[in-house]
């Protein structure tokens, strides 16, 4: 696609409750993060992938997060025994070789609640 | 400790006037700076960015400057129109082209 591709939008879970986030980066991105935007705050590193592997994943807050990259292409960002404090706005971006220059292309991110 | 600062989570100014953004950043090792924009219910979208070896960056109505003895960096926007109206976050790259990012300015441009 144009640019990148979150899914769902929108998730409501309940606490203590699986979820999964799913990233489709721009087709031909090598480098995918994951960042997450809580109210009133910037966006905040959690994890960077360079093809399949996580380069960086020291944003990670604890080990209910993980996320993959299988294939190095769509990544699923997955949190487990969900907390009310993990409700944020879940960003993903991915950028060619020159991120930093050029600057990423994020997707509109998935809003996550937990109630 | 926050690494990198936007003091004022808000700006208004009239449309035509000048639009003046700061960010302070505390980190001497950072290589680029970046603006990035954000609409509601949308991913923060690239704005400018600025090399650590440089002082100024411009495009269009857009220029960054870059004050490293002060660890100080602005964007102007000129003429503001309300178009602009929107979060502008001021962002720094570390390793792995890893962002990291103020709490953001609300800019609004009034007619």
């Known amino acids: 696609g144009a640019g990148v591709s979150q899914t769902p939008s929108n998730k409501v879970t309940e606490k203590g409750k699986y979820v999964e986030l799913r990233c489709d980066p721009i087709s031909g991105h090598t480098a995918l993060y994951w960042y997450r935007q809580s109210l009133g705050q910037g966006p905040e590193f959690l994890i960077y992938f360079q093809g399949t592997g996580a380069a960086d994943d020291s944003g990670l807050p604890n080990d209910r997060f993980f996320a993959v990259r299988p294939e190095g292409s769509v990544s699923t960002l997955k949190i487990q025994r969900t907390e009310r404090g993990d409700s944020a706005v879940y960003l993903c971006?991915?950028?060619?070789?020159?991120?930093?220059?050029?600057?990423?292309?994020f997707g509109s991110g998935t809003r996550l609640t937990v109630v | 400790d926050q690494q990198v600062k936007q003091n004022s989570p808000s700006l208004s100014v009239q449309e035509g006037r000048i639009s003046i953004l700061n960010c302070d950043y505390t980190n001497s090792m950072f290589d680029y700076f970046l603006w990035y924009k954000k609409y509601p219910a949308e991913g923060p979208t690239f704005l400018i960015s600025i090399s650590s070896i440089k002082d100024k960056n411009e495009d269009g109505r857009f220029t960054v400057f870059l004050n490293k003895s002060a660890k100080h960096l602005s964007l102007h926007i000129v003429p503001s129109q309300p178009g602009d109206s929107a979060v502008y976050f001021c962002?720094?790259?570390?390793?792995?082209?890893?962002?990291?990012f103020g709490t953001g300015t609300r800019l609004q441009v009034f007619p």
């Open positions: 971006a991915s950028s060619s070789t020159g991120g930093s220059v050029y600057g990423y292309t």
């Open positions: 962002a720094a790259s570390g390793r792995w082209n890893k962002l990291i």
